[in-house]
């Protein structure tokens, strides 16, 4: 060893010596990817020399003929390609990599990858053993490699360490710059399924004029008429029909909208059957429950008979089975349905009607009011500031929509306050769908939906829970839109006929609330407007960019769960349309709502003040007074927002000790002003977006993402099944108006209430598409990466951000021993309610399934 030593140093050569290394990786296989034969011509290209091959890049040592990127080691090969076994389900494979290293080289900042077999596969993590000085060596890939003809520059990744770009050693900028200008692309063209490139484009994908003009609907974005959030671009060709509308392509059973590889699901994901049940619920599914229906009388007459669906199970006729079984394996069946393999269906029970001692506690003013605060749609009740309440509508276009709920109506039921003294007091609130729905009221009623615009106005009782005091819906006046509204004031009856009309005041409020929740509350508010971000991110941010590595994890999946929502549920004539009353308005609804988005508005504590829900307060925790302090939602979400906050604020601290080092950071303001100016292009002259001058508005900015990516979609989304997976509670639409007196409808309400209700909301086709849908959208998959979590432990080499981290991820334990210790307390009545049902949808970590409870990294689902 002396010997060689020597004569190294006398022929000028660096020591050198071998790095081991060991790739995890995972194949394209048979049984997950349809690759048939795959595997067995990569084995015979390994023959013939043609493998998976590697190249260490230094990160110290530049050269010149590499137009002065980081010098290149010796190519490398996986070993016994084909001698590893593949399993039949994928799953992770471990192969070994010998690297040649001297003196010379210095340390390895990044490793060049090709693949020439006639596969992709997906590369998991490479970690390099015993580098001198350094150490173990991570990289983190979690990407699919494709076969190299396939990329204009090889694929390259880098090691776990963090670099601001003015600290990115010299050798590697090249390539932080070439990696990020292969993810933006050129423009142009159709991608393909190969293609890593993120680029925006409107929404002109929702209508398919080709097939018929009924299916035209209007491009959302790019407009003053229909602003919108951005969507990834595809680059398919314009459908025949209309020039501006991209062409539709759907295959069944086939992901077929592109999104950049990555972004789609896993393997995991997949043998979930997350996004096949989708498929399968189109393709499948509804036309077995339309054979069904077929031989039945179509309608539901009692809710007795709905709770069989749950209890006993529905009988499906011959035809109905064959065509549910045709395309669908068995086990697939008994995850969505839970049948027994014979012709009996049975559905999961909602938690709303588990309890089987309170069959109709679901049916109180108690429960209506609670959901309201802990239900699936906990976000738009605010404090009443004015009585009557008033609409911001245009008198102009609308004339006189100002409410017409009179202080009689109310002050029976106040608990002997006045109405001025429930104002000073701020015990009245208000879930206000009013100015949401007339606009486009006319429109809905002349299909064959037929409903109201809403105001339901609630008292604070003294034991913190609210009481509904009236509610009044809203049809436009006969003669046109300038002359106002007609309306008609509902207050609580328990018995007769009239106890009858208020549990139907109560339904089409819950209609209303229904078709917000899930255009505006769910899809606007957490899918459509996070798009822009996962964009804008690859983008402009590099890979080894603090903040790319602070946001990645709360983007997994999400473009992939929109363009399937694209092609299967927001789209013309797909699930939200059929199945929710404002039918082929429904995006243009959301389109209206965006207007008013506000990125400031989407922190909880901005939230909550806004609604009038919360005063700031120094003396009480975070700041922060809630009006109504029994508000689960609030309570368990300002937890976890200052919790995330602090995550936040630990993290970026490390990294920016000035607000120069964020205005001076070029891919941090690239990345913002692409997100004003583009991705949300249609709001970039909006005078509330952070200047991201300053570390404040940098901390800000990204806990809220965080907030909408993780916190505020579980809280609107995984609740689902429980309180919606029951028709009867939250009824998707109506067919006919409320019963009156003297009508042959109010005749027969008065002899069968329960068989009029059932006439006038969802149809049993409706309700059996409606709740297989909310199923499959509540369910956790057997691959979640929960809040608090990583889905690598070596996503990281700085110290000072894994103890935050680890900080973060003690501090969420405690907060979910705390929600459950409050859901056990009896004096907190609207954290179980009369249903039973405890509010976990803001508990940290979850469990797979119709679990209610956990928050995922990401909008996954």
């Known amino acids: 060893m002396i010997l060689g030593g020597v004569l190294n140093e006398l022929t000028g050569k660096k020591k050198s ?10 194949k394209k296989n048979v049984l997950d990817f349809n690759a048939f034969g795959s595997s067995a011509v990569d084995n015979v290209l390994e023959l013939v020399g043609q493998q998976v091959t590697m190249q260490l890049v230094s990160a110290q040592n530049a050269d010149p003929a590499n137009e002065n990127g980081g010098k290149l080691g010796e190519l490398a090969a996986l070993e016994s390609w084909d001698l590893t076994f593949t399993p039949p389900i994928a799953g992770e494979t471990q192969y070994k990599v010998s690297f040649e290293w001297d003196e010379g080289f210095g340390a390895p900042g990044a490793i060049i990858i090709r693949n020439n077999h006639a596969a992709e596969f997906y590369l998991k993590t490479i970690t390099l053993e015993d580098v001198p000085g350094e150490g173990q060596i991570h990289f983190v890939c979690n990407s699919w490699i494709y076969p190299d003809g396939q990329y204009k520059k090889p694929r390259v990744f880098f090691a776990n360490k963090t670099y601001l770009p003015h600290e990115t050693p010299a050798p590697l900028r090249k390539y932080r710059e070439e990696e990020l200008k292969v993810l933006r692309g050129d423009g142009k063209g159709q991608l ?14 929702l209508g398919n004029p080709d097939l018929s003009s009924k299916l035209v609907r209007p491009i959302l974005g790019g407009s003053a008429e229909y602003p919108y959030p951005r969507r990834g671009r595809t680059g ?26 990555d972004e789609q699901f896993g393997h995991l994901k997949l043998t979930d059957f997350i996004a096949y049940n989708l498929k399968a619920l189109v393709t499948n599914v509804i036309p077995a429950f339309e054979a069904f229906v077929n031989f039945t009388p179509n309608e539901f007459d009692s809710f007795e008979e709905v709770d069989n669906l749950y209890f006993n199970g529905i009988q499906l006729p011959t035809e109905a089975l064959n065509k549910l079984t045709s395309n669908i394996p068995l086990p697939m069946i008994k995850e969505m349905f ?4 014979q012709q009996l269906l049975k559905f999961p029970v909602p938690q709303l009607i588990e309890d089987r001692n309170k069959p109709t506690a679901w049916r109180t003013d108690e429960e209506f009011a609670r959901e309201m605060l802990a239900g699936v749609n906990p976000l738009l009740i605010q404090l009443l500031k004015e009585f009557p309440p008033t609409s911001k509508l245009d008198p102009e276009l609308y004339g006189n929509q100002n409410s017409s709920i009179t202080k009689k109506d109310i002050e029976n039921n106040l608990d002997g306050l006045s109405v001025e003294e429930a104002l000073r007091s701020n015990k009245l609130f208000i879930l206000d769908h009013h100015d949401t729905v007339i606009p486009y009221l006319r429109k809905i009623n002349n299909t064959s939906a037929k409903t109201y615009a809403s105001r339901t106005l609630l008292f604070l009782r003294g034991d913190n829970t609210l009481k509904p005091v009236a509610i009044e819906l809203s049809l436009p006046h006969p003669t046109g839109d300038k002359f106002g509204v007609v309306s ?13 009309i208020w549990q139907f005041a109560k339904a089409f409020v819950a209609i209303n609330d229904c078709a917000h929740h899930q255009l505006i509350s769910h899809w606007l508010n957490t899918h459509a407007v996070l798009e822009p971000f996962v964009i804008a991110t690859n983008r402009q941010m590099s890979v080894v960019h603090p903040i790319y590595k602070l946001l990645h994890p709360h983007f997994r999946d999400t473009m992939t769960i929109n363009a399937l929502a694209r092609e299967l549920l927001v789209n013309a004539g797909g699930i939200i349309e059929t199945t929710f009353c404002p039918g082929k308005y429904s995006m243009e609804m959301s389109s209206e709502n965006y207007k008013s988005w506000n990125f400031l508005d989407q922190a909880l504590p901005n939230d909550l003040k806004k609604r009038g829900i919360a005063v700031d307060d120094a003396n009480s925790l975070y700041g922060l007074r809630l009006l109504i302090e029994d508000y689960p939602y609030a309570v368990d979400g300002l937890k976890i927002w200052f919790a995330i906050e602090k995550w936040v604020r630990d993290y970026c601290s490390f990294y920016y000790k000035t607000d120069e080092m964020v205005q001076q950071d070029p891919e941090v303001q690239a990345w913002w002003k692409e997100l004003r100016e583009v991705g949300h292009g249609d709001k970039k002259d909006e005078p509330w977006w952070p200047k991201m001058q300053t570390r404040e508005e940098l901390i800000q900015s990204c806990t809220t993402i965080i907030w909408i990516a993780s916190a505020l979609h579980a809280a609107v989304n995984f609740g689902q099944f429980a309180y919606s997976g029951y028709s009867a509670n939250r009824p998707t639409l109506s067919r006919r108006l409320m019963p009156e007196k003297g009508t042959p409808e109010y005749a027969e309400l008065e002899k069968n209430p329960e068989k009029v209700f059932f006439r006038t909301i969802t149809s049993q086709l ?11 959208l509540s369910k956790h998959a057997s691959d979640e990466v929960y809040l608090g979590q990583q889905a690598s432990p070596n996503w990281t080499a700085d110290a000072i951000p894994l103890a935050a981290f680890e900080a973060f991820h003690k501090g969420l334990a405690e907060i979910e021993e705390e929600i459950i210790r409050m859901n056990k307390d009896k004096q907190l009545k609207n954290r179980v309610g009369p249903v039973n049902v405890p509010y976990t949808l803001l508990c940290p970590t979850g469990e797979v399934g119709l679990s209610g409870k956990g928050i995922p990294n990401s909008i996954s689902i």
């Open 17 to 26: 010596q071998t790095i081991k290394g060991t790739v995890v990786l995972m």
């Open 192 to 205: 393909k399924s190969g293609d890593r490139v993120y680029d925006y484009d409107v929404y002109n994908d």
């Open 236 to 261: 398919r060709p314009s459908s025949r029909s209309d020039p501006n509308t991209e062409s539709r392509v759907y295959i069944p059973g086939l992901f077929s909208t592109y999104v950049p590889r």
């Open 338 to 341: 839970r049948s027994d393999g």
């Open 488 to 500: 008609k004031v509902y207050t609580p009856v328990e018995h007769g006929v009239e106890g009858s």
């Open 766 to 776: 409706q309700t059996f598409i409606g709740m297989s849908v909310v199923e499959v």
